[in-house]
């Protein structure tokens, strides 16, 4: 982490010198001094950021470099507010004018003084830790042969096992032991892939020792990589095991061999044998890829097992000169996990009545980790199940306790093993995660545009600072460092999260490197200099007395009081760079930040915000103005001034009924809103006054990914096709009309959008474009109030990548044909308030991937879908207000009963007083309505709706 630090100094120092700014004597000579030493340590530290885990020296060491370069940025950023004060300021003319600056040169040769005595007093600082740094590369230039792995030596552990301390691997198992017994004869490989303490190692063993898998595989050899591996030793380890399961004596020679003359032996050796190699902890492709090629694919039926934590390795070598497959680990289920527990807390007994909602609260911590619930439930068996008092403790500071705990010392490594293996960029990017709240879903583009925002993301060729940002998150989500939480119909992550017990070890490394402070009810004490400060649930234990001029980052969560910004940070903070007051009950603008030069990321979202001040146009570095769901519905003129924009995000969902129309308020946008060329996401303009000037401006906007229209007309639609063809960049397309009745003219798009992947229309349509078909990349389509009256279907079926289809209003006939091989990858299907539509038919061969089909307000509709029997891989059908009697054919005993029996799920949903209710179909029969009780489900399709709509 140290590394980061310094490397962003070194940016900072790189962009001072390429912009020539004029530094004072004193100051240049400082800054080159300083640049310099700093890149001699910075290879040092990479290494370093892992044995410093081993070695209190080099902690303390990289301590003090991480904090110099702290104290450096700070006096560079200042210096550079310095410099942009000076270059705005207007002096005037004349004797008074030339007064001023004289008046101004005085106070900036004062300021550049000091700065340069600050750095100075820094360089001072760097020789001191530079002679300490020589003497420790000397002591450590042998340590890299281990470093960082001494836990391996009981990892071993995960090997021997009794039977009786196995939790859960049956399944898994079985399915394993399947994998390398049928199959093809040629050679396979499966990939075992989960996080670090899911037992990836155990599950592994259990199958190679299985005597169905000895009994099949004559040759065997297991093979742990890890990631100290010696390529020479792990090789001739592989020989060694294979002369002995052939009984032949390992020859001599083999000691003195290198890698090549290694694997042509191991080679021979298999080349006519069914044989099992398995990889034990396998960290990247490129461990995989100097292995295999020693491996033959001798047409024997030979199987490779890898474990891995990465899901990306596991995938390519499953998928690899080999028809192989990849097991996705899963944690231990509820009533495993207990089980699991109360044998290692309580010896195989049960668990006391007194102790059960600890105990409950302590297992969804580990949230099914075996590795996690073992070695907890080892520090609970040392409690006396008599004191409540002492199991309340670990339960309340489990993170305390994996930090200080010997028994939850093997823990802590395997979690941290993980972050030790990571690039310095992307530790910056995963200890950021410690600012959420525990149990917090972490919207994907929110955390990118954060990650932006703080400089993490390294900029990239061909590619937006946010794509990389992708690219980082999906690489956390392969170290299975994050997890999934939600995804979109198509495939992309919505939002993720983190294993609770992965955020203990995040947060205790966030304090000890001062990367973030995290405010709570019981919160320790803050750091000197706060870097980053996340507010959890209150705002009492802010004390108005604490310097903050350093702070970078500032957030709440679940924050109830009003927040006030003078009243809570008197001193202020002139150097922050993100202010989050996303659900807040902030009620005005808070007019304090437009004197924050730096700032890159102000969200006001969820908000009571209603009018944003003209003086926000002082703030020429603002990146991202996240408004959504606050009360503003228009911006002033200057934010014009912001060339730096990339995400303007201005609206809000007011949702009546599900019949309304008008359901999203956007913003009035200035006419010549095209000179803000960096936009990326724009939403929601309303464009019904001046709308084909404003319309025209935003073809000027060519990097835009995101655009939202409200209220268009239909003599709009020419301008807006002239503008669509120059968004080449374009991704997501919304819009809708100024009314219901209302035409959108799309007809003059004279090349369609490539890159487009989802179009939302909201509006009448004469025809149904002719380009839609034609767009590649569309994964998702909305039709809303379109009231087509030539089926759609007949052009929509081809379009290769449809993934959803919503249909609202938009079909005027009263049937509707799924035509044989249609919609070939179509997986949710929406038709909504179809008013004549009396008959669907699905044809054999049709939507061969569909999984959910929702059914609502189509008030004609008398019988299920004919041919609905052919959907195989449906695994939800929902009707939503839908009439009684058509509900009564799929009952038990209804004449179509039969056609939805291979349907896992199905719902029958009414909206009732604003909400919605879940019914089972054997309910509605004779009349009779009895919403499920307690049903999850209720929740989620209200939610739903209302983020649809």
Known sequence: MAESSVCFVLEKLASIFEKEVNLFRGVREEAVYLRGELERVKAFLRTADVLQETDEELKVWVRQVRDIAHEAEDVLDEFALLQEHDHDRDHGYGIYG??????????????SYRIGSELQAINSRVKEIGEVHRRLCHKFNKADDGAGNTWQDRRGDALLLDKYDLVGLDEPKSQLVGWLLEGSSGREVVSVAGMGGMGKTTLAKQVYDDPEVKKHFKVRAWITVNRSFKFGDLLRDMVQQLF?????????MVTNMNNNQLKTTIKELLQKRRYLIVLDDVWNLNEWNAIKYALPNNDCGSRIMLTTRKSDVATTAAGVLSEGKAYDLK????????????????????????????????????????????AISGVLATKDIRRLDEWDVVARSLGAEIEGNDKLNDLKKVLSLSFNDLPYFLKSCFLYLSIFPEDHLIERMRLIRLWVAEGFIEAKEGKTLEEVGEDYLQELLNRSLMQVATTTPDGRVKTCRIHDLLREIIISKSRDQNFTTILKEQSLQWSERVRRLSIHGTLQNVHPNRSVSQLRSLFMFGVTEQPSIPRLFPSGFKLLNVLDFQNSPLEKFPVEVVDLYYLKYLSLRETKVQTVPRSIGKLKNLETLD????????????????HRLRHLLVYLHEFESYEHFHSKNGFKVMPNIGVLQALQKLCFVEVNQDGRTIIRELGKLNQLRRLGLLKLRKEDGEALCSSIEKLTNLCALSIASVKEDEIIDLQHLSSPPLFLQRLYMRGRLDALPYWIPMLPSLVRLSLKWSKLKDDPLIYLQHIPNLVQLELLQAFVGDRLCFRAYGFGKLKILTLDKLDELRCIEVEKGAMACLEKLTIQRCKLLENVPSGIEHLTELKVLEFSNMPVDLMKTICTDGKDNSKVLHIPELYSTYWREGGWEVYSIESMMDGEYCPLPNNPFSDELQTRWKSWK
């Open 627 to 642: 408004l959504k769901h606050s009360k503003v519905k228009e911006l002033p003129v200057e934010i014009l001034k912001l």
């Open 244 to 252: 002995k399961a052939i009984r032949r004596q390992v020859p001599q």
């Open 331 to 374: 944690p231990l289920p509820l009533s495993e996990s207990w089980d699991l527990f109360c044998r290692k807390a309580f010896q195989h007994n049960k668990c006391p009545p007194h102790l059960e909602e600890i105990c409950n609260y302590i297992l969804r911590k580990c949230e099914g980790l075996p590795l996690a619930i073992v």
């Open 98 to 111: 030339s007064l001023r600056r004289l008046g101004c040169c005085i106070k900036n040769a004062k300021a």
